[in-house]
């Protein structure tokens, strides 16, 4: 019955790195269809985010089961509770890459971001990707100081955030209202992004430790 229980462990688990795979292919490609205009790459983004949905679900069903048919204790029952809400962050990130080709998508053919934006949100992008990577790699193998990187790479985000609306905020703005929304939005999901994969990190935190951060949600 232990060996049954460590297999299926297992496989969620598994679920939770293609999950989080999934997410960073996700925004990478949103991102590339937001900065270069990339229909193909936007659609390829909305259409896959059911994928990500379905991992989603996956974890869900083989938690509860294994909820109902092993009532697992301790740091089992701690693995359990872990999984779930690290696929809830993941299911949100997806939606969020999902959210930047949407955006891409609706001013398309032109760019949905000016030439002067670019470079900050190549940034952000960047900064995402990242987590993204360390987000798979904590699940795929467990390490507390490298879940605990995450919180340095987001406060580095939030500083990109607050330069866009900097730019956003000037005098000299000159696209106009409806450009300066879409731009705050996709600031809006970059940073989110980051945010929920700071969620994750501590969730993996708690699963090694067993001390749940204050700021976990």
């Known amino acids: 019955m232990r060996d049954e229980f460590r297999a ?57 089961d294994l909820l109902a048919r092993q009532a697992p204790v301790a740091s089992d029952l701690r693995a ?15 939606d969020l890459a999902d959210h930047v080709a949407k955006t891409a998508l609706r001013r398309h053919p032109s760019p949905a971001v000016p030439a002067e934006l670019r470079p900050v949100f190549t940034d952000m992008a960047a900064i995402a990707d ?6 798979g790699s904590v699940l795929a193998k467990p390490d507390a100081a490298l879940a605990a990187e995450l ?7 939030d500083d990109l955030h607050k330069s866009l609306f900097g730019v956003l905020l000037g005098d000299d703005w000159p696209y106009g209202v409806e450009t300066a929304i879409d731009a705050t939005l996709l ?23 067993g001390e749940n951060s204050p700021t976990a949600s």
């Open 151 to 157: 919180d340095g790479d987001d406060d580095a985000m």
């Open 8 to 64: 299926d462990l297992q496989i969620v688990s598994q679920l939770l790195v293609d999950m989080a795979e999934g997410v960073r292919a996700a925004m990478r490609q949103a991102t590339r269809g937001l900065l270069t205009a990339d229909r193909e790459a936007s659609e390829a983004v909305i259409a896959r985010d059911a994928e990500i949905d379905d991992l989603y679900r996956h974890v869900e069903e083989r938690v509860c």
């Open 187 to 209: 600031g809006r999901f970059y940073e989110r992004f980051a945010d929920h994969a700071v969620n994750a990190g501590e969730h993996v935190v708690y699963l090694i430790t």
């Open 80 to 94: 359990m509770i872990t999984a779930l809400h690290v696929a809830a962050d993941l299911e949100r990130m997806g």
């Open 130 to 135: 990242r987590m993204a990577e360390k987000i």
